[in-house]
Nanobody, 120 residues
Framework: QVQLVESGGGLVQPGGSLRLSCAAS????????MGWYRQAPGKQREVVAA???????SYADSVKGRFTISRDTAKNTVYLQMNSLKPDDTAVYYC??????????????WGQGTQVIVSS
């Protein structure tokens, strides 16, 4: 069984910073990519940032220059450093991981989500 556990969400004032973490645990033999999505109330889930193994990071236009995705391969953990936060960044943030597992193959897994609220 695979689990993705997120942490680091909370309430922050506009202009502030937060760092989200997501650790993948369980049995898998390959991590193809990890990423972050978010879903604001009444809106569809949207991609925020992604980091493929051996590739370059990518970002949504709305967060470029403010958010940074990084990964610790030894810990199977992905981070999202969020700076200069705006009220529009308020959402539930979900991490995902594209993993390969013996007998199952390649599949996308999701965390449970962590709430980020940007408000004064």
């Amino acid at each position: 069984q695979v689990q993705l556990v997120e942490s680091g969400g909370g309430l922050v004032q506009p202009g502030g910073s937060l760092r989200l973490s997501c650790a993948a645990s369980g049995i898998f033999h390959e991590v193809y990519a990890m990423g972050w999505y978010r879903q604001a109330p009444g809106k569809q889930r949207e991609v925020v940032a992604a980091i493929p193994s051996g590739g370059s990071e990518s970002y949504a236009d709305s967060v470029k220059g403010r958010f940074t995705i990084s990964r610790d391969t030894a810990k199977n953990t992905v981070y999202l450093q969020m700076n200069s936060l705006k009220p529009d960044d308020t959402a539930v943030y979900y991490c995902n991981a594209d993993l390969g597992r013996a007998g199952i193959g390649r599949r996308l897994y999701w965390g449970q989500g962590t709430q980020v609220i940007v408000s004064s």
